[in-house]
């Protein structure tokens, strides 16, 4: 097995500029694969992920080409081909969630599928929240998860209810094509709704593309019938990739300045330097950046349900800081890209940490010092990127099928790199 050795940083004083988020360019693109026209996404994220969602919009027909640092998106005004062939997604969670929707607007049927992990995931609350809309959509394998064979007649409108705990990603997917619909749709949502900045973050692309949805206090939203415009849109730094190099400076007692992160940003994950900042860091906010300094760590609580996706790199930091740090909110991470709750302890004790887990939450007690460690990486690019942070302030650490960070971020390992 392919490994990468972390070697420790000192005195980093570093300036980085991540990626675009992939979260605003899988939306993006949506809205962009059904407006007539061209679009330009700017600063286009270009990973494993949103590669999988261009190349299955091309099998619905959009025309998709990369022009340097942006992708041109020659949309199909609504007018989508059902693919000819199955449509493999990888690993790619959002992209397949997304596409569920989308093919009921496909005349024909289609087949979505991904890898052995990904046939693992749920996606049952979403299918029932479709048959509720007069589509046809059923898991291949009865069991509430991918292969799911999707017939595409046209969404009708009306009043559905869907689950609101386990993912945003099954009503932002029906969100993004509401406007499509032969009639109004109204959601209400059951539960309380996880992972409320993303759902945000959808209703701010949609607006950007011209559909302005209503949101009653995320119970209940309204979408009429409406069509997106083709335009130029900037996608944003990704906020959950800037929390490894904020971390970094954290734990190793140094400064980072992360340029084109916005401290107003609708992502979750931006609210990570705020954390930092409890625990003890100097935090500089700018228009365009944010910069951490780190100092004397501390353990917090910290309700994670908004920013889901940092939750391992706070771990990760917890094993720096002086006393307990108690992380809640965290339910949906078992039907991750692997069961993070499980995963992320396991290797925090390999470090010397005391990790106390249930079902919604993780208690990390860190060691006297942290050590070295051969960290297993469960084929998430997440577990990889967030135990690299450790390497770099403890001897020894190694991280195990390191390219598994292409799926959200190809160019981590050069960027961590910089720091030095």
Known sequence: MKTKAIKPAKNINAEVAIPGSKSFMNRALICAALAPGTTRLQQASFCEDTAYMMEALRQFGVGIERDGTDALVSGTGGALSAPGEDVYVGAAGTTLRFLTTLAALAKGKTTLTGNKRMQERPIADLLMGLSQLGVKAKPLKGNGCPPVVVEGKGLRGGKIRIHGEKSSQYLTSLLLCAPYAAGEITIEIEGELTSKPYVTMTLSVMSEFGVQAVNYSYRRFVVRPGRYEARNYLIEADASGSSYFLAAAAVTGGTVRVMGLRPDSLQGD????????????????????????????????????????????????????????????????????TDRI??????????????????????????????????????????????????????????????????????YWELLEKLR
Do not use: W
Request: hydrophobic content about 45%.
């Open 342 to 411: 499980a995963a992320t302890a396991a290797e925090l004790r390999k470090l010397g940490a005391a990790v106390v887990t249930t079902g919604d939450s993780m208690t990390i007690t860190p060691p006297a010092s942290v050590s070295g460690a051969r960290i297993a990486t469960y084929d998430d690019h997440r577990m990889a990127m967030a135990f690299a942070v450790a390497g770099l302030a403890a001897k020894g650490m190694v991280i195990e099928n390191p390219d598994v960070v292409g799926k959200s971020f190809p160019e």
């Open 270 to 337: 931006v609210g990570f330097s705020e954390l930092l900042l409890r625990m003890g860091c100097r935090v500089t906010n700018g228009t365009e950046f944010i910069e951490v300094t780190g100092g004397n760590l501390k353990g917090i609580a910290a309700d994670m349900n908004s920013m889901p996706d940092a939750v391992m790199t706070l771990a990760v930091v917890a094993c720096f800081a002086t006393g307990q740090t108690a992380i809640t909110g965290i339910g949906n991470l078992k039907i991750k890209e």
